[in-house]
């Protein structure tokens, strides 16, 4: 399992040297079975602006990365709601790719989402959840669970990782 802590433009750049981090270290950990990107800023968000400039430099810089060297899921925050995105590759849904959680929300006022329309959201709520992760072997499994203990939303990842795309990854769109 690899883990990636990523800053979203606070301290780092998502290009330059933080991009080539992230696919220098992609590329090290290819054959690893679950991959997960932490960071804050949303790439696909449910309540800001899609054009958000955080949102488009990430989905710029760091969307391909994911999708070459298949990220299972991308732990997003700020939004301060419920997010599940459906997995995506180049911004389209399948059966393949990566799913974009957020946000988190417990201790803090849950907002609104205005997004709803958007077709990359396959469940977008204003509720304090935390996400419960559980791994095996083969499948990842994600479950919602709100301020009472109750899951409210829950799907399966099982392990398809297709070898990476090297070539696609070394230039972004």
């Not at 800053?7 to 054959?31: I, M, N």
């Not at 710029?60 to 994911?66: D, I």
Request: charged share 25%; glycine share 8%.
């Amino acid at each position: 399992v690899v883990f990636l802590m990523l800053d979203t433009g606070y301290v780092s750049r998502f290009d330059g040297p933080q991009r080539a981090w992230l696919q220098e270290t992609l590329a090290l950990h290819a054959a690893s079975r679950w991959t997960f990107a932490v960071y804050h800023e949303p790439l696909y968000p449910a309540h800001y602006d899609f054009e958000n400039p955080e949102a488009v430099e990430g989905r710029l810089h760091w969307a391909p990365l994911f999708d070459a060297y298949g990220v299972t899921a991308a732990f997003e925050h700020h939004e301060h709601n419920h997010k599940r995105t459906y997995r995506l590759t180049g911004g389209q849904r399948g059966e393949v790719g990566t799913a974009y959680l957020g946000n988190g929300c417990i201790g803090m006022e849950p907002r609104s989402v205005k997004g709803a329309e958007r077709g990359y959201l396959a469940q977008a709520v204003p509720a304090r959840h935390f996400w419960k992760v559980d791994l095996t072997r083969d499948t990842v499994r994600f479950e919602a669970i709100d301020e009472t203990g109750a899951c409210f939303d829950e799907f399966e990842i099982i392990r398809a990782k297709s070898i990476p795309n090297l070539a696609k990854a070394a230039h972004p769109r």
